[in-house]
């Protein structure tokens, strides 16, 4: 399968970017999705999960409340809503498929193995 991720830009703090990720090539609904994130000069952290159905959702405690992950199988995409973006927010965001056979929303970085392109996310303070 093949991702895409796009919608990144440049925001102000307490502003809000909606990130989008768009499959190709594959059976969507057979893929839990993952939103990854890495920083300047940090690794690629965990930040949002959903699973194959959309049942199940996980977040990074850095971002509960405040970012919220969704999928609609029917267009092949996966959606990350942030609000209330914060300057810690800035970073390129990743997303990632991992072929599932469970309702798990997985959350380690290993277990994805496909990745779109990342789309650069800035929060200015």
């Known amino acids: 399968v093949q991702l895409q991720a796009s919608g990144g830009g440049l925001v102000q703090a307490g502003g809000s970017l909606r990130l989008s990720c768009a499959a190709s090539g594959g059976t969507f609904s057979g893929y839990g999705v993952g939103w990854f994130r890495q920083p300047p000069g940090k690794e690629r952290e965990f930040v949002a999960a959903?699973?194959?159905?959309?049942?199940?959702?996980n977040y990074a405690d850095s971002v509960k409340g405040r970012f919220t992950i969704s999928r609609d199988n029917a267009k092949s995409t996966v959606a990350l809503q942030m609000n209330s973006l914060k300057p810690e927010d800035t970073a390129v965001y990743y997303c990632?498929?991992?072929?599932?056979?469970?309702?798990?929303?997985?959350?380690?970085?290993?277990?994805?193995?496909?990745w779109g392109q990342g789309t650069q996310v800035t929060v200015s303070s």
């Open positions: 990632a498929a991992r072929p599932a056979y469970s309702t798990y929303a997985g959350t380690g970085l290993l277990e994805y193995k496909y």
């Open positions: 959903i699973s194959r159905s959309g049942g199940n959702t």
